[in-house]
């Protein structure tokens, strides 16, 4: 099986920045897109940012130029980096990875705990 697991939420003020990990462990074979997306009370989850295998990226409008989505694909570990938060970040971030778990299996996605980010205006 695979695990998922998010770090770096925490409290911090409007403006401030904060990084998000999530490393992912187990039986992985190759791991694909990852995406991180978030929920806050009383909201759908949403979408802020997948980055594919090779390295692209794609981002919620309402995150562009303030969060970057990396990998490093060797410690099998996604980063966000969100700067100049805002308190409509609120919310609990969940890691996505699409993986693979051996060579003649197919991809599924698992998701990790969640972190939670509070800013505070």
């Known amino acids: 099986q695979v695990q998922l697991v998010e770090s770096g939420g925490g409290l911090v003020q409007a403006g401030g920045s904060l990084r998000l990990s999530c490393v992912a462990s187990g039986s992985i074979f190759s791991m694909n897109a990852m995406g991180w997306y978030r929920q806050a009370p009383g909201k759908q989850r949403e979408l802020v940012a997948q980055i594919a295998g090779g390295g692209a990226t794609n981002y919620a409008d309402s995150v562009k130029g303030r969060f970057t989505f990396s990998r490093d694909n060797v410690k099998n570990t996604g980063y966000l980096q969100m700067n100049n938060l805002k308190p409509e970040d609120t919310a609990v971030y969940y890691c996505?990875?699409?993986?693979?778990?051996?060579?003649?299996?197919?991809?599924?996605?698992?998701w990790g705990q969640g972190t939670q980010v509070t800013v505070s205006s």
């Open positions: 996505n990875a699409v993986v693979r778990t051996g060579i003649l299996r197919g991809a599924n996605a698992y």
